[in-house]
């Protein structure tokens, strides 16, 4: 199976599960506390299995966005590092 296939359904189960969450948190007093019990209790496990692999689909575009080493030679910091350097020598 392709990945963005296997990425909107794990989107999908992991909108459903956290749908489940909070409604048997917002309608906990509506619900038995058995049922409430187990219902919360697999969605919580099912609710973290998604997210880890969410996160792990979506590993590269978090690297890309959030994990960027200081001084990695991008353009932009060229770029801003000549500026600055322009602007000192025209004091």
């Known amino acids: 199976m392709k990945k ?3 990425l909107k ?3 999908l189960l992991l909108f459903l599960t956290f749908i ?3 409604s048997t948190g917002i309608g906990q007093t509506y619900i038995g506390a058995d049922l409430l019990t187990i219902i919360h209790r697999i969605g919580g496990i099912l609710l973290l299995i ?3 692999t969410h996160l ?3 590993w590269g575009w978090v690297k890309a ?3 960027k ?3 990695d030679g991008s353009k932009d910091e060229e770029r ?3 500026s600055i350097e322009q602007s000192a020598k025209g004091k």
């Open 65 to 67: 966005n959030f994990l």
């Open 56 to 58: 792990i689909l979506n």
């Open 9 to 11: 359904i794990v989107n």
């Open 69 to 71: 080493a200081k001084g």
């Open 80 to 82: 801003r590092a000549g």
């Open 20 to 22: 489940s969450q909070a």
């Open 50 to 52: 998604f997210a880890v």
């Open 4 to 6: 963005v296939k296997v």
